[in-house]
């Protein structure tokens, strides 16, 4: 006759839940915790000053008989300035800290922790969660104001359409190494804005060997070489380019998966 307590053992084991069950469980509630009005007003705001801004830098342009290649680089420029040094890398690092940051800190991280899934499909749907929110954000205000700012002449599709390449990867990697950072600081949005300002702002100015290391170096490279405009600095390859960001995206979630794995949630 068997033992009444392991005959009963079996149900009360829990079931591991498999990778794309856990992601999307994970996403559906890291993307609650990140959305609310108050980041989203803000953010947006910002990326309607671009656009507003975008649009006066386009009419004064044209009122001075800028020729058409100077409008084509002023959009480039004005989407880079603005775009990928401001809005992309800010409102990526906003939604990206708080995905784990804010589940850490009232709880839900426990929640999602004792469930009998790996760390993996945590780390994904905190880089999803955040994505979904921020490319909108994001991408909406860098192409049109870009393309504002050509005023329309002819080949401002381009700038539009690097605008939009340079954005969207640039917020995905940005989107993935803010995860990491939210684990690896307490305070990571102050962390990420001294990154943002002091590396990505200044330092890459300095020369070659920083801006290899730039996130916003290798954006920028889409930006110029689907709108064919020479920014002033090095332009990799478009398919570098693309590589790079893919790299650090996926190298940025692998590092949050094992952070994850040996991090303390309480």
Same mark, same amino acid.
């Given at each position: 006759?068997?033992?009444?307590?392991?005959?009963?053992?079996?149900?009360?084991?829990?079931?591991?839940?498999g990778?794309?069950?856990?992601?999307? !469980?994970?996403?559906?509630?890291?993307?609650?915790?990140?959305?609310?009005?108050?980041?989203?007003?803000?953010?947006?705001?910002?990326?309607?000053?671009?656009?507003?801004?975008?649009?006066?830098v386009?009419?004064?342009?044209?009122?001075?008989?800028?020729s058409?290649?100077?409008?084509?680089?002023?959009?480039?420029?004005?989407?880079?300035?603005?775009?990928?040094?401001?809005?992309?890398?800010?409102?990526?690092?906003?939604?990206a800290?708080?995905s784990?940051?804010?589940?850490?800190?009232?709880?839900?991280?426990?929640?999602?922790?004792l469930?009998?899934?790996g760390?993996?499909?945590?780390?994904?749907?905190?880089? #999803?969660?955040?994505?979904?929110?921020?490319?909108?954000?994001?991408?909406?205000?860098t192409?049109?104001?870009?393309?504002?700012?050509?005023?329309?002449?002819?080949?401002?599709?381009?700038?539009?359409?690097?605008? !939009?390449?340079?954005?969207?990867?640039?917020?995905?990697?940005?989107?993935?190494?803010?995860v990491?950072?939210?684990?690896?600081?307490?305070?990571?949005?102050?962390?990420?804005?001294?990154?943002?300002?002091?590396?990505?702002? #200044?330092?890459?100015?300095?020369?070659?060997?920083?801006?290899?290391?730039?996130?916003?170096?290798?954006?920028?490279? #889409?930006?110029?070489?689907?709108a064919?405009?020479? !920014?002033?600095?090095?332009?990799?390859?478009?398919?570098?380019?693309?590589?790079v960001?893919?790299?650090?995206?996926?190298?940025?979630?692998?590092?949050?998966?094992?952070? !994850?794995?040996?991090?303390?949630?309480?």
């Amino acid at each position: 006759m068997s033992d009444p307590a392991t005959a009963a053992a079996p149900a009360t084991v829990r079931r591991h839940v498999g990778a794309v069950r856990a992601t999307a !469980l994970c996403y559906r509630v890291l993307i609650r915790q990140i959305v609310s009005a108050g980041r989203v007003a803000a953010l947006g705001a910002l990326g309607a000053i671009m656009i507003v801004v975008g649009w006066v830098v386009g009419i004064s342009s044209s009122r001075n008989g800028g020729s058409t290649a100077g409008m084509i680089f002023d959009g480039a420029s004005y989407a880079d300035g603005f775009g990928l040094i401001v809005i992309v890398p800010i409102v990526s690092l906003v939604f990206a800290a708080a995905s784990l940051g804010d589940a850490r800190d009232d709880g839900t991280l426990v929640y999602l922790w004792l469930r009998p899934m790996g760390r993996a499909p945590l780390a994904v749907a905190a880089a #999803l969660a955040s994505v979904t929110v921020s490319l909108p954000l994001c991408v909406a205000p860098t192409v049109i104001g870009g393309w504002l700012a050509t005023d329309f002449v002819s080949g401002s599709g381009q700038v539009a359409l690097g605008a !939009l390449a340079a954005a969207a990867l640039g917020t995905i990697a940005y989107s993935c190494l803010f995860v990491l950072a939210g684990l690896l600081f307490r305070k990571a949005v102050l962390w990420g804005i001294a990154y943002i300002l002091l590396w990505e702002g #200044l330092a890459v100015g300095l020369g070659d060997f920083a801006e290899r290391l730039s996130l916003r170096g290798y954006a920028r490279a #889409l930006l110029a070489r689907i709108a064919d405009v020479d !920014l002033g600095f090095t332009t990799y390859r478009f398919v570098t380019a693309v590589i790079v960001l893919a790299a650090v995206s996926a190298a940025s979630l692998g590092l949050a998966t094992v952070r !994850l794995r040996h991090v303390d949630v309480d």
